[in-house]
RNA sequence: GGCCCGUUCGUCUAGUGGUUAGGACACCACCCUUUCAAGGUGGUUACACGGGUUCGAGUCCCGUACGGGUCACCA
C-alpha cells in the first residue's frame, strides 16, 4: 500500500516553524517513501478560521516547496458526511445521547476535582433509559471502552499504553448538531486514505480516543507518529512565523534545512539539502524528546546556504529586496559578479541587499567615525593621486586596479589599509565594503571619479 | 492532581554494554588579512540523581527529581 501522509492545520494565523516543521516532516516522509503529501484545511471553527490564514498557510507551503498531491479537503464541507457517520453510530449503540447541560458538566469537573479524581465525563447518560421529552437539548457521546487497555505502537515513540478507564465518553455531535474535532478527524483521515498520521505529541492523548472511534466507524486504523515539541516559539506573535524569515531574508533551503534538524539527524552532518533530506529523512529517526528553536543556529544555517546556492540564482532571489531598498535592477552579469563578492559576508539576503546598495546608489552620508579614523591629512595626496590616474587607466578591472593603488601606496610609504579605506568610505560612505578593488570596478570609472571628487571635501576637516 | 512522554556540553545532537563520550552553533585565544566577513588552528563546557543487572553501563531494569504534554459542547 502507498504511503499517504496529510497536513491539517487550522487556519487560525499564520504557518510557524513549528507548524512547518510537521508539515516538512510529513512531505518528507511521503517523498521519501515514494507515497503522498495531502493537505486538509481544519476551518471548522468557524469563529477563528479566516481566509488570509488559509491563504497564508498555503504560500508559506508554496514558498517551502512543500508541494501538495491531491485536491485540498476542506473539512466545512464535509459536515453532512460527518453527522451521518455519527447518527450511525448512536443507532449502532456505539455511541448515546446524553442529557447533561454545560453547566451540570461543569460542575461535574468541579467537584472530581475537589474530591482529588480526574475531571472525566462518569458516564451518567450511558445507561439511562430514563430519556426526557423530545426536544430536550442533547449532544451524542461515543462509549469508549471500559476496561482493558489500549496500545499504540508510534513510529516515533515506540509502544505506548494508556488504560482505558482514563479514557471518558468524549461528545462527538454538540447539542446544536455540529460535530467535533477528535470525530472529524478520524472521518477526514480514513476518508483521505492517510495511511500515517504525523502530528505534534500534544496529540497524544486524542490519539488514544480517535482510535476507538476508527474501529467504531469500521476504519483501518493508521499508523502514528507523534513529533516531539519544539520550545521557544512563541515569544511574540509574528516573529516564529515562516514569511517572517522569508521578509528578513533567509532562504527556503536554510529554514528547511534548519527545521529539520529539531528533532532528527543523520550522523554529525549539518547541511542538507532538499533532495539529500528526501533520501534520508526517516519517521523512525526522529527523536523522542523535545528541542529547543534557536534563532542563532537558525542563522547560521542561512549564512550557509547564502555561500552555497550559485550566484546567478541568489541574484535572482536578491531583487525583491533590492526593491525595497529603491534599487531597481536585474540579475545580469554585473549584479552576479557583485553577488559572488557579498556571498561570504552576508547572513541574509536583507544583508546582502544592504551590501549591494552601494554599486547602484551614491552614499547619502559618511560615516562619522569611519571618516574619523581613516581621512587623516597624510593619505590625502595619495588620494588626490589615485583619482588623478583613474581616467588613466587602460583598463578598468581588479587586477589593473590594484596594481596602480599599491604602486601609489609604495610611492607614498603607506600601508594598503590608509589608502583603500578613504577610497572605501568615498565611494560606499561606511569603512565596509567588498575588497576594495572589487569594489571599484563594480561601481565604475566614472562613478568612481565622480564619489572620490566628491569626498575631497572630507580631507578639509581633517 | 490523574494519565502520557521526555532527561548527553549553554543550545541542536552522535552514541544502541567496553569510546580519551564525537560533531555543530555560541564563546575564548591565536593565525590569515586592504575594511567587514569568511576561513584555519587550538581551547573551556555534558551523560539529572539514587539503586540495581553485569567482569564492565550514557547505553538494560526500578525508583526519585526536574521538565513537557493532556484532561472543553476548541482545533
Not at 40 to 54: G, L
Request: hydrophobic residues 40%; contains cysteine; negative net charge.
Amino acid at each position: 500500500m502507498t504511503h499517504r501522509l496529510r497536513f491539517a492545520p487550522s487556519p487560525t494565523g499564520n504557518l510557524h516553524i513549528g507548524g512547518a516543521r510537521t508539515a516538512l516532516f510529513n512531505w518528507l516522509q511521503a517523498r521519501h517513501a515514494g507515497g503522498k503529501f495531502l493537505l486538509r484545511i481544519e476551518d471548522t471553527d468557524i469563529a477563528r478560521s479566516t481566509e488570509e490564514s488559509r491563504q497564508a498557510i498555503l504560500e508559506a507551503l508554496d514558498w517551502l516547496g512543500l508541494d501538495i498531491d491531491e485536491d485540498i479537503v476542506l473539512q466545512s464541507t464535509r459536515r453532512d458526511v460527518h453527522v451521518a457517520a455519527a447518527l450511525r453510530l448512536l443507532e449502532e449503540g456505539k455511541a448515546y445521547r446524553c442529557y447533561c447541560t454545560p453547566e451540570e458538566l461543569q460542575a461535574m469537573r468541579e467537584k472530581a476535582t475537589a474530591e482529588g479524581r480526574s475531571p472525566k465525563y462518569d458516564g451518567t447518560w450511558r445507561n439511562r433509559t430514563d430519556h426526557p421529552p423530545e426536544g430536550t437539548p442533547f449532544t451524542v457521546r461515543f462509549a469508549m471502552p471500559l476496561d482493558g487497555t489500549t496500545v499504540i505502537d508510534d513510529i516515533v515513540l515506540g509502544e505506548i499504553t494508556v488504560p482505558n478507564e482514563e479514557l471518558d465518553d468524549l461528545i462527538i455531535l454538540r447539542s446544536d448538531g455540529t460535530p467535533t474535532y477528535n470525530f472529524v478527524v478520524v472521518c477526514d483521515d480514513a476518508f483521505m486514505g492517510v495511511t500515517t498520521v504525523c502530528r505534534g505529541q500534544d496529540h497524544m492523548s486524542n490519539t488514544f480516543r480517535q482510535f476507538h472511534i476508527y474501529r467504531a466507524l469500521g476504519h483501518e486504523v493508521p499508523r502514528f507518529a507523534h513529533l516531539p515539541l519544539v520550545d521557544g516559539l512563541s515569544k511574540r506573535k509574528g516573529s516564529a512565523s515562516v514569511q517572517h524569515y522569508r521578509d528578513i531574508g533567509y532562504l527556503r533551503e536554510a529554514v528547511i534545512n534548519y527545521i529539520s534538524r529539531l528533532g532528527w539527524s543523520h550522523g554529525d552532518q549539518e547541511i542538507f539539502s532538499v533532495e539529500e533530506l528526501v533520501e534520508k529523512f526517516d519517521l523512525a529517526d526522529v527523536n523522542r524528546s523535545s528541542g529547543k528553536y534557536d534563532e542563532v543556529k537558525m542563522a547560521w544555517v542561512n549564512e550557509q546556504w547564502i555561500k552555497r546556492l550559485p550566484a546567478e540564482e541568489l541574484a535572482v532571489r536578491l531583487l525583491p529586496y533590492l526593491s525595497d531598498l529603491g534599487v531597481e535592477t536585474s540579475a545580469d552579469e554585473r549584479l552576479v559578479s557583485l553577488v559572488r563578492q557579498l556571498q561570504e559576508r552576508s547572513k541574509t539576503l536583507v544583508d546582502m541587499a544592504e551590501g549591494a546598495r552601494f554599486a547602484f546608489q551614491r552614499p547619502t552620508a559618511f560615516d562619522e567615525k569611519a571618516v574619523k579614523k581613516w581621512i587623516k591629512p597624510a593619505s590625502r595626496a595619495a588620494f588626490e593621486e589615485i583619482l588623478a590616474a583613474l581616467p588613466g587607466l587602460d583598463a578598468f578591472t581588479p587586477d589593473e586596479l590594484e596594481a596602480a593603488i599599491k604602486s601609489v601606496a609604495e610611492r607614498h610609504e603607506l600601508g594598503l589599509g590608509k589608502v583603500a579605506q578613504p577610497i572605501r568610505i568615498a565611494l560606499t560612505g561606511t569603512s565596509v565594503s567588498p575588497p576594495i578593488f572589487d569594489a571599484i570596478a563594480i561601481v565604475g570609472r566614472e562613478e568612481t571619479v565622480h564619489r572620490m571628487r566628491a569626498a575631497l571635501h572630507l580631507y578639509d576637516d581633517a
